[in-house]
């Protein structure tokens, strides 16, 4: 009797499957474990995430690390997947020619035109000018109100603008109600002198004169050529609430395309394509190619930078001479990205166009066997590099209850898609592709904006509530949770995530909805899309109706919504289709450690 | 029928003049009305919970020397949600605004 221990290195994620061996040549599996794999796959760094995990698996049956007789690695593939995001279009303000946000309390509605006057230059006025007034935090909402009062015989103010957070409480002091935008940090900024337009929307509302064209003209008084050079501004205001436009001469929004490359496709049909082209027309070259040999990019433009980076990265794992590295699939999805404004007054953003790049780097073959040897050498025990990562998926995949062969698997993990179908006679296809949970994650973070890959990672696993109140919330499908405790005040009128141990607070304050809808696409843009191409290239005739089942496997089959969301799409072709559940008990995870320490038995008999 | 605008309710006890008027102001840049009325009571936790069960809106803020607190219906007395000792001028105005967005169902600030 021996204990046999698989070991599963993944893009994230390292796990290990521990079985007993008995002496009829049968396997009894004990115990499992899983950790966040260490450097990159495939480089002698991963040892430390294998033995965590092997210690793991073993504390959880009061074992040593010792009693191992046995560790078979995985014949990794030799792909790593890699993402980027390059952004399409800026947009810059020069000379402080526009503030647009959403303060959370204006004040007054309706809107005005003026030319602006420092608070502290207000006995300058001229009688018979409109003005738009500005005043900096220096001034108490009490000031200000009491100096605008007394101007109001002998000036003629339309508008305010204001540093602090006052509006409300300059206005209810104010004899004649102006429109009045408050929080405008960057204040020091703003001309003397120029003539500037304010808008303050009604309640519930957006602005409506300044996110149109003709609006600024009308206000503004331009004619037809300085109107074509403002509609970047108004593209910019829409959606609003409330808004200031400034006539200064050199003052101008651009709208920048950056020069982002092109991609050139070394394949049976060679071709180049320009990132601008968007996602669709990439991707469609992807597919036009036919096999693709290597995937370059145009030196010098930020495509060719990213692409021989990655192609870098992989270079050093294997350095060999014949090293042979290729990136053979791409993934290119559209996406919009809240990018701050360069000179912005109030941190405005502005929503800019930007592709998503997930790439598949291919080397002749990962230096498993020095992770073997040193894994060896360390913990004194047999290791051996056993099988390929696909049949060993396969033959994980299998243990799942309810599976028969012919069988497809749909390998979901954090950097690549791999697929691959074993045929009735044990024979395997397979294919890998660029992209997965980690190109969901990037995807998630620059559309919401939130800067941090770590938040984005929570909001893909898990579902959102929000707190209505101190003893209920609302959940994203609409339902309403009571609390027998009230919930802690941090929490209060936020969205935030039900993590397994407790809630976690979204800093940044965006709608519930919002946050529903972009991770929804992210992954339906990653994975129904990898699903189809992926098992289009390992089925039969690739025609997806000659396979009848599909078990997914992988991290990101773990998913609360991804297998769902697959299910239904193979509905229309009469697939049999769901999350694995790997010895009747793992769930989709540990299918290829399973299959490592299945193989042993195979190889006794 | 008697009419009364709902409004956050303010107990105060002998408090420092210059933090309840930064208080007033951070709920009506919310947009909230308030009612402030003089207790017996020195104990803050008191004058907050008490302020908070009886404003028809649930928040109630508590005041008494340099100490301010802000509590909501339905919270045990003493779990105030917000409280400072010495207060500085923007906390005051925080707290307030705080005391407006519970009515208003806004995240705190």
Redesign the interface.
């Known amino acids: 009797m021996s204990y046999i221990a698989g070991v599963d290195i993944g893009n994230s994620t390292t796990e290990v499957c521990i079985g007993e061996s008995t002496q009829g040549g049968t396997i009894h599996f004990l115990t499992s474990a899983s950790c966040p794999t260490t450097g990159t796959k495939g480089t002698v760094a991963n040892t430390h995430a294998i033995k965590a995990a092997l210690k793991q698996a073993m504390g959880r049956i009061g074992r040593d690390v010792d009693d191992i007789s046995l560790i078979r690695l995985n014949e990794a593939a030799p792909v790593i997947g890699d993402t980027a995001m390059e952004t399409l279009t800026e947009t810059i303000i020069t000379d402080s020619s526009m503030i647009g946000h959403n303060p959370?309390?204006p004040a007054g509605a309706g809107q005005a035109v003026g030319e602006i006057l420092l608070i502290e230059n207000l006995s300058r006025g001229v009688p018979g000018t409109p003005y738009i007034v500005a005043a900096p935090s220096s001034y108490s909402?009490e000031e200000v109100a009491a100096i605008l009062n007394q101007a109001e015989g002998t000036l003629d103010i339309a508008g305010v603008i204001l540093q602090a957070?006052?509006?409300?409480?300059v206005e209810?002091r104010l004899h004649r109600k102006l429109p009045i935008i408050d929080e405008v940090a960057r204040i020091d900024k703003l001309p003397d002198r120029v003539l500037a337009a304010i808008e303050v929307a009604l309640p519930g509302q957006t602005v409506r004169m300044l996110s149109n064209p003709y609006g600024i003209a009308t206000l503004l008084q331009l004619n037809a050529e300085e109107t074509r050079t403002v509609t970047p501004i108004a593209k910019s205001l829409i959606g609003k609430r409330s808004a200031v436009v400034l006539k200064t001469p050199g003052g101008n929004v651009r709208e920048n395309v950056l020069p982002a490359g092109e991609i050139y496709l070394d394949a049976e049909h060679s071709a180049s394509v320009n990132l601008d082209e968007g996602a669709e027309k990439i991707m469609q070259a992807v597919s036009d190619a036919g096999s693709i040999r290597d995937i370059s990019g145009q030196p010098n433009t930020n495509v060719g930078n990213m692409l021989s980076r990655i192609k870098q990265g992989m270079g050093e794992l294997d350095n060999t001479p014949d090293a042979d590295i290729h990136i053979t699939d791409v993934l290119a999805v559209d996406t919009l990205a809240p990018v701050l404004i360069s000179g912005a007054l109030a941190g405005e953003t502005c929503l800019e166009k930007a592709v998503g790049i997930a790439a598949m780097v291919k080397t002749r073959q990962l230096p498993m066997r020095e992770i073997a040897e040193k894994l060896k050498l360390e913990l004194g025990t047999d290791v051996k590099v056993a099988g390929v990562e696909a049949v060993m998926a396969s033959l994980g995949a299998l243990t799942t209850p309810g599976t028969q062969l012919p069988l497809a698997i749909l390998d979901m993990g954090g950097g690549s898609t791999d697929a691959a179908v074993i045929s009735e006679e044990g024979q395997v296809t397979m294919t890998h592709q660029a992209g997965a949970g980690e190109l969901v994650s990037m995807l998630i973070e620059t559309e919401l904006g939130l800067g941090d890959r770590h938040m984005a990672e929570q909001i893909k696993k898990y579902p959102l509530a929000k707190v209505?109140?101190?003893?209920h919330m609302r959940m994203e499908n609409g339902q309403m949770t009571f609390m027998e405790d009230?919930i802690d005040?941090?929490f209060?009128?936020?969205v935030i995530l039900l993590a397994e141990d407790g809630f976690i607070r979204m800093e940044k304050?965006i709608p519930m909805e919002k946050i529903v809808q972009v991770r929804r696409d992210a992954k339906r843009k990653v994975f129904v899309t990898n699903a189809f191409r992926a098992l289009k290239k390992v089925a039969p005739g690739h025609d997806l109706r000659n396979i009848s089942n599909v078990v997914l496997v992988g991290g990101s089959a773990e998913d609360f919504e991804i297998p769902e969301m697959l299910m239904e799409e193979f509905a229309g072709y009469r697939i049999v289709c769901g999350r694995g559940n790997i010895r009747g008990a793992e769930g989709p995870r540990n299918a290829v450690a399973t299959g490592l320490v299945l193989s042993y038995a195979g190889e006794q008999k | 029928m008697i009419i009364k605008k709902p409004s956050i309710f303010i107990y105060v006890n002998n408090p420092d003049t210059s933090s309840l008027r930064n208080v007033c102001a951070g709920i009506e840049e919310e947009g909230v009305f308030y009612e402030i009325k003089e207790m017996e009571t020195i104990s803050l936790d008191e004058l907050a919970w008490n302020a908070a069960n009886d404003s028809m809106l649930g928040s109630g803020i508590g005041m008494t020397g340099n100490g301010i607190a802000m509590q909501m219906r339905g919270i045990s007395k003493g779990r105030n949600i917000e409280s400072y000792q010495n207060p500085d001028p923007m906390q005051s105005r925080k707290l307030g605004a705080n005391s407006a967005r519970a009515v208003k169902k806004l995240a705190f600030k």
């Not at chain 1, 957070?165 to 409480?169: H, P, R, S, T």
């Not at chain 1, 209505?468 to 003893?471: M, N, Q, Y």
């Open positions: 959370s309390t909402y957070d006052e509006a409300v409480l209810n209505e109140s101190l003893f009230s005040p941090r209060y009128g936020r304050d």
